[in-house]
């Protein structure tokens, strides 16, 4: 089955400790996004990527970084700069031509 | 890119049609309309694309009026399952650096 994967579902971290969130595609996109949502909130972009080794950052990169060696794979890592961390990440993608976003799950990041 | 309006919440009953509006004034001409759900802890799900006039699929319509600056999703006899928030997306379907930013959306509820 195609799809987007993201793992972990739940993710618990200590404040000032670095982590990274996994996103893999086997949908042969080209694009891959990442948003961020709070609480009874809309998604908001991090960062996204058209093509291998090319990246831009979105309305909320602060605090971020990723990385897009693989068509297939688009990790976010949420740097100890980041000041409010604890929230649901999403990671989409969709082909060059454009169309319709297809999401993962989601995780869950909790920081205490 | 354009911004989009859409009403915070909405209330229905069980077997009735809903329709979500959505104001897009600055859409431009290559731009299309989009509309994703999302369940609690999702990810948002792909819905109905249209560039003018009516689109329809097994799930939902998709009203556009000739200006184009608003756009009218129309849910068909809801049901309790329907209960989810909706987003109204703009932007250009063959660029994937667009369509990025998804606004507060819909939060509808039905009710039995």
């Known amino acids: 089955d195609g799809g987007i994967t993201q793992s972990p579902k739940y993710l618990f971290r200590k404040e000032g400790q670095n982590v990274t969130l996994s996103c893999e595609q086997n949908l042969n996109h080209d694009a891959m996004y990442w948003y961020r949502q709070d609480p009874g909130q809309g998604l908001r972009l991090i960062y996204y990527?058209?093509?291998?080794?090319?990246?831009q950052k979105g309305d909320i990169a602060e605090g971020y970084s990723v990385s897009r060696e693989k068509k297939e794979s688009f990790p976010l890592t949420v740097t100890s700069a980041q000041k409010n961390p604890t929230a649901f990440y999403l990671c989409a993608s969709t082909p060059r031509q454009g169309g319709s976003k297809y999401f993962g799950p989601g995780t869950r990041l909790t920081v205490t | 890119l354009a911004k989009t309006t859409q009403p915070i919440s909405m209330d229905s009953y069980e077997g009735q049609e809903v329709n979500i509006t959505c104001s897009h004034n600055?859409?431009?001409?290559?731009?299309?309309i989009t509309w994703y759900q999302q369940f609690p802890s999702q990810g948002p799900r792909f819905i109905i694309q249209g560039y003018k006039t009516k689109v329809t699929n097994e799930v939902a319509s998709l009203f556009i009026p000739a200006d184009r600056k608003s756009s009218t999703l129309s849910l068909p006899r809801v049901s309790l399952s329907d209960t989810a928030v909706y987003y109204c997306?703009?932007?250009?379907?063959?660029?994937?650096?667009?369509?990025?930013?998804f606004g507060g959306g819909t939060r509808l509820m039905v009710k039995p």
């Open positions: 990527s058209q093509i291998v080794n090319d990246f």
């Open positions: 600055n859409i431009a001409t290559n731009d299309y």
């Open positions: 997306l703009v932007g250009t379907g063959n660029n994937a650096g667009n369509m990025l930013t």
